[in-house]
């Protein structure tokens, strides 16, 4: 579950970001934006850079999560499929 820091985060219900939409997005470019609905998170609004250096992280973290589990010994495609079908 999602908990943002409230006291760094803008908030905006969803007919606030409706009319406030030019406001709203130039803030995201700043800082990430929540989008509410019924009191509930909806939405974050991320400016595209922000967006792109997350997709960076998580490449980067998704690649050494393999590198790790290759040193310590993934038995393979094929291997795996016939040790999950022998269960």
């Avoid at 219900?13 to 406030?20: D, E, G, I, V």
Wanted: cysteine-free.
């Amino acid at each position: 579950m999602f908990i943002p820091n409230e006291s760094a985060m803008k908030f905006f219900n969803t007919t606030q970001a409706k009319h406030l939409l030019k406001q709203t997005l130039d803030i995201a470019q700043q800082e990430p934006v929540i989008i509410q609905k019924h009191r509930k998170y909806f939405a974050v609004l991320l400016s595209s850079a922000r967006y792109s250096e997350l997709l960076a992280y998580e490449d980067k973290y998704l690649h050494n999560l393999a590198v790790l589990v290759e040193k310590e010994g993934f038995i393979g495609t094929e291997a795996s499929r016939n040790l999950l079908d022998s269960i």
